[in-house]
């Protein structure tokens, strides 16, 4: 072997070893828990992102009870969450067509969505108000006759506004989102709109002596919430059930939970 074949053969052994290394650094920093070195299955969760205080914004990042919940149960269940913002009544297609894993943004547990999704066990136990101008003469079931009514295109409150507004001649508007239909009311265009009692009591409290709302009457029993789950993963809803139940031994359910929602 002449010189310039030895310099040929150790150019290309150099090459080699460099690539294999090379290969071999970006397959350890792929999809890895640093600490364990182990292999994270990720899931792909839907979730609003205007809806306090379980999914909402704050400097550009996702958060809120729903979210915090749900990273901490895919901690327990060893799973790395992407999140997917999307409108409410996009989440159960969004599902139903395995475009995303799971959704999270204080969805009940109802017949009709067991049907076509499933669903964990319940974290959260809820309940639907009535919400009217502080100004407003509204000051119980009995006034919404032939009055409009707001409530959110897919959720339990369009279900209630649909049997008021049947049983006291009203008209129902359906809207996409909280700030839309809070806008409707104090613009003057409907006299009530309908909404889970956590998140407006959260919203006039943040307001506070500027909140131009009101709850009405007692509160209506509503569904508990769970986190939706597509199809054919019981897998995935036997993990995240795990994760939840450690998380409420743990007493770290309790922590999130009175982080949001504590009245101290």
Request: glycine residues 8%; aromatic residues 10%; contains cysteine.
């Amino acid at each position: 072997m002449n010189k310039q074949q030895k310099k040929d053969t150790f150019f290309n052994r150099f090459v080699m070893f460099a690539l294999v290394g090379i290969i071999a650094f970006a397959l350890a920093g792929c999809g890895t828990d640093e600490t364990s070195g182990e292999t994270k299955e990720e899931i792909t969760v839907a979730a609003v992102q205007d809806y306090p205080p379980f999914e909402y914004k704050v400097d550009e990042e996702l958060t809120g009870f729903d979210v915090e919940l749900v990273e901490a149960v895919a901690e327990k269940a060893d799973l790395t969450v992407n999140w997917k913002i999307m409108k409410f009544d996009g989440i159960i297609p969004a599902l139903q067509a395995n475009q995303v894993d799971a959704a999270v943004s204080a969805i009940g547990i109802r017949e009709d969505r067991l049907e076509v999704v499933n669903f964990s066990d319940p974290y959260f136990e809820s309940g639907l108000s009535l919400i009217a101008l502080k100004d407003s003469a509204i000051e119980g079931e009995a006034d919404l006759e032939g009055k409009t009514i707001v409530a959110k295109q897919g959720t339990s409150s369009l279900k209630l506004a649909n049997e008021l507004a049947e049983k006291y001649n009203g008209e129902v508007t359906k809207l996409q989102d909280d700030a839309t239909m809070y806008m409707e009311l104090e613009n003057g265009n409907a006299d009530v709109v309908i909404n889970d009692y956590p998140s407006v009591a959260y919203k006039i409290n943040q307001d506070g002596e500027d909140s131009q709302l009101r709850i009405v009457g007692d509160m209506y029993p509503s569904e508990d919430y769970g986190i939706a789950i597509s199809k054919g993963s019981e897998g995935l809803v036997e993990k995240l059930n795990t994760g939840l139940g450690e998380l409420k031994d743990s007493g770290e359910f309790d922590e999130i939970y009175n982080k949001y929602f504590s009245e101290e």
